[in-house]
Structures are given as C-alpha cells and as structure tokens.
T-cell receptor, first 115, second 112 residues
Framework: NAGVTQTPKFQVLKTGQSMTLQCAQD?????MSWYRQDPGMGLRLIHY???????DQGEVPNGYNVSRSTTEDFPLRLLSAAPSQTSVYFC??????????????FGDGTRLSIL | EDKVVQSPLSLVVHEGDTVTLNCSYE??????LLWYKQEKKAPTFLFML????IEKKSGRLSSILDKKELFSILNITATQTGDSAVYLC????????????FGKGTKLTVNP
C-alpha cells in the first residue's frame, strides 16, 4: 500500500529558481490538496482539487500553481522560488464527498529550503 | 474568517500522567472536527467528531465535542513516551467542501 507518495523528500533551491513538487496517490481518491506547514503556524491550505481537471485556491495560493490532469497525480509548481516559501509541504487525499466524508490521508512531506 | 485555536501550544508531562488538550473554533456552517497526531512526518488521523456530547475512544485516547460552546477536548490517560507528538485539530464545513482549517497544534512531550 503506497498511499500518498511525495517526491522529493528534501530540496534546496536558490531564489528565483522554479521546481515542481510531485504528489501521487494510488487509492483512486477524487480529492487532493496541498498544505504548507511553518513553525508555529499549523497547516495552511495552498490549492486543492475535487477531481481531474478541477482545481481551486486555498488560503495561501500566491506563488504556486497546480494542475490535475489525472486522478492519481497533483503536482505543485513554484514558479519563482522566494525565501518565504521555505517550508514543509504536505499533500493529502481523500475519496471525496460523494462517498460520505472520510478523513484525508497525508504524504510524508517535502522539506523545501530556499536560499 | 474561520478560526481554530488550540491550547496549550506545548506541554511537558511525565509518563503515566493524564493530559487534556483543548481546541476551540469559530467556523461558518460547521460540519465536523478532526484530531490528527503528527510525529516526525505525516499527520495521522485519530478522531472525527460531528455530534455534540458523544465521546469517541481509542485505547487511552478519547475525545468529545461541545457544539454549543464550540470546543473539543482530547484526553490521553496513562501517557507513554510514544505519545510524544504534535496534536492537530482541524474543522470542516458543511456544503460538500473537503477543505480543512487547522489550528497551530499542541506539542506534547512525555518524559520517562
């Protein structure tokens, strides 16, 4: 059971560089989301998707793009990295409300440092 | 704006102690409150509470929701060092949205 898989686990970037954080789930979940976790701030929602082809913004979307071309994958793109985006990023998925609410499963996170 | 406040932010106890973690919320169209445990990596689901006054239990952990006073508590009895973690509270709204609003978490340290 792979569950929610995030890659890479760690990454160091320079300011202005771009990169994509990968998230894949093998549970056929409709709902996927990205959160960032900063010290003392809890988890904050960046973007989410309720199904392939449908995405929407969360609480802190600026500086990030997402797309959902397949049910399994939900990559998060940093277009021009800034030191303020240094954080731990978590991807999560759940079956979707059509099957009654079920709690989200989280990946192990990507620790991103931007110099 | 939805708000979830957890207290205390950190707590240090000795093995065998009983602890109570608090979570209060202000949410439009509240549906459910969830508790997660986060050790080194991914948050893992503990409880989901939707109805007021009904206690959920799992081993030494239990939780209850008060929808009138807008809070929940998570109790851990006979704490063990393996209970050391950050405990996260989150709420979800009615209306089909799956979006979670998290509190900042309570960091629990259980010393031998």
């Amino acid at each position: 059971n792979a569950g929610v898989t995030q890659t890479p686990k760690f990454q160091v970037l320079k300011t202005g560089q771009s990169m994509t954080l990968q998230c894949a789930q093998d549970m056929n979940h409709e709902y996927m989301s990205w959160y960032r976790q900063d010290p003392g701030m809890g988890l904050r929602l960046i973007h989410y998707s309720v199904g392939a082809g449908i995405t929407d913004q969360g609480e802190v979307p600026n500086g990030y793009n997402v797309s959902r071309s397949t049910t399994e994958d939900f990559p998060l793109r940093l277009l021009s990295a800034a030191p303020s985006q240094t954080s731990v990023y978590f991807c999560a998925s759940s079956p979707g409300t059509g099957r009654g609410y079920q709690p989200q499963h989280f990946g192990d996170g990507t620790r991103l440092s931007i110099l | 704006e939805d708000k979830v406040v957890q207290s205390p932010l950190s707590l240090v106890v000795h093995e065998g102690d009983t602890v109570t973690l608090n979570c209060s919320y202000e949410v439009t169209n509240f549906r459910s409150l969830l508790w997660y445990k986060q050790e080194k990596k991914a948050p893992t689901f503990l409880f989901m509470l939707t109805s007021s006054g009904i206690e959920k239990k799992s081993g030494r952990l239990s939780s209850i929701l008060d929808k009138k006073e807008l809070f929940s508590i998570l109790n851990i009895t006979a704490t063990q060092t393996g209970d050391s973690a950050v405990y996260l509270c989150a709420v979800i709204r009615q209306g089909g949205s799956e979006k979670l609003v998290f509190g900042k978490g309570t960091k629990l340290t259980v010393n031998p």
